[in-house]
C-alpha cells in the first residue's frame, strides 16, 4: 500500500507538474508569451521553477513590448526626415534658377536632414554589431585630457549656437588610459549631444575630468529636463525610449553603455527631473 501511495505522489507532484513545464516553455519557446504555469502547491524545486519559467514570461513579454515600441518610435524618427527630403526634392525640381534663395535653403536641409539619417543609421548598426560582437575595439595607449577636449571642441559651436552655456577646464596633465580612440569619442559625442538636445537656452553644460587612484572619471552635468525616476533604470536597456525622450534613435545610452562595457569601463547616470542629469565614465588608468 505505501509503495502505490509514494508512486502516485510521485506521479501527482513531480511527473506531471514536469511535464506542465515542458509543455508551457514549449509554448513560450513558440512564440505564446501569455502562457503562465499555474503556482505551484509546494516551495520546492518544482515549485522555484514554475516561478522562474513564469518570470522569465514576464520578462520576455516586457522586452517584446519595448521592442516593438522602439521598431515604431525608429519608423517616426526615420519618417520626418524622409518626409522633409521629399518635399524639399519635390520643390527644387520646379524651380529653374540655382539662384533662387528657396532653392539654396532646400539644398541645406535635405543636407542636414540626409546627415540625420545617416548618423541614426550608423548608430543603429553599430549598437546591432556591438550586440553581436562583430564589432573588434581597436584599442591603444591614449591621453584621455586630449581625446575629451576634442569632443567637446568639436560640440563648442552646437553648444553656443542652442544659447547654452559651456564649462569646461582642460586638466593640465595628460590621464593615461587604454581604449579605442573612435568609440570614446563616440561615447563623448553622444553623451555631449543629450546634454544639448535635453537642455533650455541658458542653461549650463558642464564637463569634468579627474584620474582618481585605480579609474579615470569623466562627468558630463546639465541642467535640463531630466528622466522622469520610472524611466532612469531602463534608460541603458536596448529597445527602451523615455516617456521624456526627444527627437532620436532612442539607442545613444544603451549603445554607450555597451561601448564602455567593451573598454572594460563604466557608465553611471543620476538625474532630477527638471533639475538635470549627470553622467559619469569610468575607464581603468
Not at 62 to 78: A, D, P, Q
Not at 129 to 135: A, M, T, V, Y
Not at 236 to 252: A, L, P
Amino acid at each position: 500500500g505505501f509503495a502505490v501511495f509514494s508512486g502516485l505522489f510521485f506521479i501527482r507532484t513531480i511527473v506531471r507538474p514536469l511535464g506542465q513545464v515542458e509543455a508551457t516553455a514549449n509554448r513560450i519557446a513558440h512564440g505564446d508569451l501569455t502562457t503562465r504555469l499555474p503556482d505551484a502547491p509546494y516551495d520546492d524545486e518544482i515549485g522555484r521553477l514554475c516561478k522562474a519559467i513564469n518570470q522569465m514570461a514576464e520578462d520576455l513579454t516586457k522586452t517584446e513590448r519595448m521592442k516593438n515600441e522602439f521598431i515604431s518610435s525608429v519608423s517616426h524618427e526615420l519618417r520626418t526626415p524622409l518626409t522633409s527630403i521629399k518635399g524639399w526634392v519635390e520643390t527644387i525640381a520646379n524651380i529653374r534658377d540655382p539662384d533662387d534663395e528657396n532653392y539654396r535653403k532646400g539644398i541645406t536641409i535635405i543636407r542636414s536632414e540626409t546627415d540625420r539619417l545617416y548618423d541614426m543609421v550608423e548608430e543603429l548598426l553599430d549598437f546591432t554589431r556591438l550586440q553581436n560582437g562583430r564589432i573588434r575595439m581597436e584599442c591603444r595607449p591614449l591621453d584621455l585630457v586630449a581625446e575629451l577636449t576634442d569632443a567637446v571642441l568639436f560640440c563648442e559651436a552646437r553648444i553656443q549656437r542652442e544659447g547654452l552655456v559651456l564649462s569646461y577646464t582642460e586638466p593640465e596633465e595628460m590621464i593615461p588610459v587604454y581604449a579605442d580612440p573612435d568609440r570614446l569619442r563616440q561615447v563623448f559625442i553622444n553623451i555631449l549631444d543629450n546634454a544639448i538636445k535635453y537642455s533650455a537656452p541658458g542653461g549650463r553644460i558642464t564637463v569634468k575630468l579627474w584620474a582618481g587612484e585605480y579609474k579615470a572619471f569623466v562627468e558630463i552635468i546639465d541642467q535640463g529636463r531630466g528622466i522622469p525616476p520610472e524611466d532612469l533604470e531602463n534608460v541603458k536597456t536596448k529597445f527602451y525610449k523615455g516617456s521624456n525622450s526627444v527627437r532620436g534613435s532612442g539607442i545613444g545610452l544603451a549603445l554607450v553603455d555597451s561601448i564602455m562595457t567593451a573598454l572594460d569601463g563604466t557608465m553611471d547616470i543620476k538625474s532630477t527631473l527638471g533639475r538635470g542629469t549627470v553622467v559619469t565614465l569610468g575607464l581603468p588608468l
